[in-house]
Nanobody, 115 residues
Framework: QVQLVESGGGWVQPGGSLRLSCAVS????????MAWYRQPPGKERELVAD???????DYADSVKGRFTISRDNAKNSVYLQMNNLELEDTAVYYC?????????WGQGTQVTVSS
């Protein structure tokens, strides 16, 4: 059974930082393109950052220079370091693993940025 479990969300003031983790089981992150998505309140889900196999990470324009995606193959995990958080970063953040046939999703973790 494939499971992606996100953690690390919470409340933070503008300018603060959070580090999201995605622990993966049932598949190997080495063989999947890994990504973080988010869904702000009342809006569509959007791609935040991805780290394709054998390619450089890519980021949404709104988070470039502030967010960093990384993967730890030994721990079968993916991370999202979020710095200088803004009010507009408030959303549910989802981890995703995209393969040739299937895409797997985590259950999401809430990130709230407010003063």
């Amino acid at each position: 059974q494939v499971q992606l479990v996100e953690s690390g969300g919470g409340w933070v003031q503008p300018g603060g930082s959070l580090r999201l983790s995605c622990a993966v089981s049932g598949i190997s992150v080495i063989t999947y393109d890994m990504a973080w998505y988010r869904q702000p309140p009342g809006k569509e889900r959007e791609l935040v950052a991805d780290t394709p196999i054998g390619a450089r990470p890519d980021y949404a324009d709104s988070v470039k220079g502030r967010f960093t995606i990384s993967r730890d193959n030994a721990k079968n995990s993916v991370y999202l370091q979020m710095n200088n958080l803004e009010l507009e970063d408030t959303a549910v953040y989802y981890c995703a693993a995209a393969g040739r046939i299937n895409t797997y999703w985590g259950q999401g973790t809430q990130v709230t940025v407010s003063s």
